[in-house]
Nanobody
Framework: QVQLVESGGGLVQAGGSLRLSCAASSSINVMGWYRQAPGKQRELVAV???????NYASSVKGRFTISRDNAKNTVDLQMNNLKLEDTAVYYC?????????WGQGTQVTVSS
């Protein structure tokens, strides 16, 4: 069983920046971030597979950057130029040996 613990998030004005961090309790192959806005389905934000492949949602490309430290089992999400539509609960995601793991979620609110 892998535990994912998130930190970061909060309230920021549009155009501002926030950084989310997630620490896994053990080594994990896939790590990334999803988000869920009120009344919407959870959606992929960014994912890092091993030390190589990285995928971003088209809505965040050029604004968000995912980074991993495999030695520390951590994944960060740097979010720049935040928009009102980025407001959501952000979940750290992990996948290892065909099992999915989720963090508890952290609120990101972007105000005008």
């Amino acid at each position: 069983q892998v535990q994912l613990v998130e930190s970061g998030g909060g309230l920021v004005q549009a155009g501002g920046s926030l950084r989310l961090s997630c620490a896994a309790s053990s080594s994990i192959n896939v790590m990334g971030w999803y988000r869920q806005a009120p009344g919407k389905q959870r959606e992929l934000v960014a994912v890092s597979i091993g030390g190589g492949v990285i995928n971003y949602a088209s809505s965040v490309k050029g604004r968000f950057t995912i980074s991993r430290d495999n030695a520390k089992n951590t994944v960060d999400l740097q979010m720049n130029n935040l928009k009102l539509e980025d407001t959501a609960v952000y979940y750290c995601y992990g996948r290892s040996f065909a099992k999915d793991y989720w963090g508890q979620g952290t609120q990101v609110t972007v105000s005008s």
